[in-house]
């Protein structure tokens, strides 16, 4: 059995929508002699699997909000837009909402408004399994509103694509926070390389046969997938997979055919409310694939990704 081989049947027997392992976590603040997840700069670190760079998140507190870009695809070129002309406040794979107690989240226009990075809380320095987790702030002029703990790990399959496992919960310590019907909201959100969009190159495909935005948007499906052929004729996509004990499963979705896209929880249904007592959690896994939505066995993937929830139960 090859490295790849082995290193898939461990991938395949472990349980959930995260992975159980071995790995020991690291002080936050403890960078120095890891592997696999480096500072690589002030406000920046690497995500590595194996010898190749998957991702950079960056954290800077310069920046309105934290966020993981570039994502690159399995052959090292970039799969992820940031701060496009047309969209600035999109950034890669990033989460934000307006109408956070009627305040906007999500654009960036109005800097009073900033999700803060505070502290890593794990770091995950493990050759199959890297990744961080981290609290961020989500503040109205320095003061706080909610805040978030975010994780994203990664995991190579045996075809070479790979997976980010992303999980969400929304928190407040104070008073209720109420998030309304909004379409500008993402946790995450995927903005897709130019080369991609459906307006150049690209196609989006959902669980249930609709193609393109106008048989996406405001459909809901299991998973969906944003997949394109570049400039030099290889094709790469983004699929996105929501946990099934992610409110309303199947999700409705929001789609762009210029490039961004996620589930959306309060746009088709009621608000989120939190409370001290009662956060508010989305898990999801993110594959970054070779190849068409055939090609790359999505709906396998996904079939994959429900029957280990299924075994941990």
Request: proline share 5%.
């Amino acid at each position: 059995m090859n490295y790849l081989s082995l290193a898939y049947a461990c991938f395949m027997i472990v349980l959930g929508g995260g992975y159980q392992t071995m790995t020991s976590t690291r002080d936050a603040d403890e960078f120095s002699g890891t592997t696999f997840v480096k500072r690589t700069a002030p406000g920046v670190i690497s995500i590595r699997l194996g010898d190749k760079r998957t991702a950079e998140y960056r954290f800077g507190h310069e920046l309105p909000k934290p966020y993981l870009s570039p994502v690159l695809a399995p052959d090292g070129k970039a799969i992820t837009r940031d701060a496009p002309d047309d969209h600035k406040h999109h950034h890669g794979i990033w989460i934000g909402s307006d109408l956070v107690n009627g305040h906007n989240f999500w654009t960036e226009e109005k800097r009073e408004t900033r999700l803060h990075h505070d502290r890593f809380i794990q770091i995950f320095d493990d050759e199959q399994y890297p990744g961080f987790s981290a609290r961020t702030t989500w503040e109205i002029n320095g003061t706080p509103v909610m805040c978030d703990e975010r994780t994203f790990r990664f995991r190579a399959l045996d075809n070479g694509d790979y997976v980010i496992d992303v999980e969400v919960t929304l928190k407040t310590d104070s008073d209720t926070v109420t998030i309304r019907k909004t379409k500008e909201q993402g946790f995450p959100a995927v903005r897709v390389a130019d080369e991609i969009r459906v307006t150049a190159s690209g196609t989006t495909v959902n669980s249930e046969g609709g193609v393109n935005e106008r048989a996406t948007m405001r459909k809901r499906a299991q998973w969906l997938d944003y997949w394109g052929t570049r400039d030099d004729g290889t094709r790469v996509g983004i699929a996105y997979f929501p946990h099934p004990d992610n409110r309303d499963y199947p999700p409705y979705w929001f789609v762009r055919d210029w490039g961004w896209f996620a589930p959306n929880y309060t746009l088709w249904t009621k608000p989120i409310v939190l409370t001290k007592d009662t956060p508010f959690t989305v898990k999801s896994r993110i594959l970054i694939h070779r190849g068409n939505t055939r090609e790359a066995r999505v709906k396998e993937r996904c079939e994959e990704y429900l029957a280990q929830i299924a075994r941990s139960r």
